[in-house]
């Protein structure tokens, strides 16, 4: 059974900086990928960023590139979401997921097999 679970969640001001970690347990994801996506108040889940296992490749949506920055610790088996000059509209539900095997999709959410439950990240202005 594989368990994502994410933390680092909270209340900050715009301006300011948190980190989300994600840890997975159950398998290893050598040849897989990692994604965050996050789903505001009245809206639909939006993808953020993704990572792979192997190389590190990343890859942002447009709207948080150069302000966060996605990261992985293979022997902690942790993926890491680096959130920095948050702004008001990056308030949403963070989720993280996992994706098994190869996949150049990684901005679908249909593309992951795994998900957390998700850590609520509040920026205020």
């Known amino acids: 059974q594989v368990q994502l679970v994410e933390s680092g969640g909270g209340l900050v001001q715009a301006g300011g900086s948190l980190r989300l970690s994600c840890a997975a347990s159950g398998r290893t994801f050598s040849r897989d990928a990692m994604g965050w996506f996050r789903q505001a108040p009245g809206k639909e889940r939006e993808f953020v960023a993704a990572i792979r296992w192997s190389g590190g490749a990343t890859d942002y949506a447009d709207s948080v590139k150069g302000r966060f920055t996605i990261s992985r610790d293979g022997a902690k088996r942790t993926v890491y979401l680096q959130m920095n000059s948050l702004k008001p509209e990056d308030t949403a539900v963070y989720y993280c997921?996992?994706?098994?095997?190869?996949?150049?999709?990684?901005?679908?959410?249909?593309?992951?097999?795994?998900w957390g439950q998700g850590t609520q990240v509040t920026v205020s202005s």
């Open positions: 997921a996992g994706r098994i095997g190869y996949s150049v999709y990684l901005r679908i959410q249909g593309q992951y097999n795994y």
